[in-house]
């Protein structure tokens, strides 16, 4: 990659980056970088390797020894294969969330147990994707995720201060077991009922 530093007042510098690293293993990468800042997915549950193309501007303060956080601009083009979360926390709220009277009518418990099992121990599907990063808010144009869960489609915000406004959906068929007869399984005829969340507030 390339660096370049501008000292636009005494101890302060510009700093302006353009990075390319490939293989980067997940789980090294968190533990040394402290999970990011955040509590969402630490380097216990997530694994894959992944190749990154990041473009990066902001001012840095070498007298407070800080990045001026409003400064920074960035975009991060990142590609993961092999990746799987595990045991995430958020995965057991959005579970805890459907187990209500008005989501039974057409989830089932064992439909709602398989989902949790399943969610303890997600892989996903090899892909490509690039998130910007600007006024301390991470936006994440629209992204689709096959995993062997569910086919997700998901875009948002998550700010530095943990403000997350995600709006996802996938198709209800995804949630629910496998369904047997007499004449065996049923397959499902790829139709189906589309379902909209949306998550907003302090994560």
């Not at 709220?93 to 209500?100: H, R, T």
């Not at 301390?136 to 629209?142: A, D, S």
């Given at each position: 990659g390339n660096l370049s530093l501008e000292e636009y007042s005494p101890m302060r510098f510009k700093i302006n980056t353009n990075l390319e690293a490939n293989q980067i293993d997940f789980i090294p990468l968190f533990k040394e970088w402290n999970n990011f800042g955040q509590e969402?997915?630490?380097a216990e549950n997530i694994s894959g390797l992944s190749n990154a193309k990041i473009a990066f501007q902001g001012k840095y303060d070498y007298f407070?020894?800080?990045?001026?956080e409003e400064s920074i601009v960035a975009s991060v083009k990142v590609s993961i294969q092999n990746g799987s979360l595990k045991n995430v926390a958020f995965f057991a709220?959005?579970?805890?969330?459907?187990?209500?009277p008005k989501t039974k009518i057409v989830l089932n418990q064992r439909d709602l147990a398989q989902l949790e099992r399943n969610l303890k121990s997600l892989t996903f599907s090899d892909f490509e994707h690039q998130f910007n990063i600007q006024n301390?808010?991470?936006?994440?144009?629209?992204l689709t995720i096959n995993s062997n869960v569910m086919r997700l489609t998901l875009a948002g915000t998550h700010s530095f201060d943990n403000q997350v406004n995600y709006a996802m959906n996938f198709n209800l068929?995804?949630?629910?077991?496998k369904k047997k007869s007499e004449f065996g399984?049923?397959?499902d005829d790829g139709s189906g009922l589309q379902i909209y969340l949306r998550m907003t507030g302090d994560f």
């Open positions: 969402l997915i630490s407070e020894q800080y990045i001026d709220e959005i579970v805890e969330s459907l187990n209500d301390r808010v991470v936006t994440i144009p629209q068929r995804d949630l629910k077991s399984e049923i397959i």
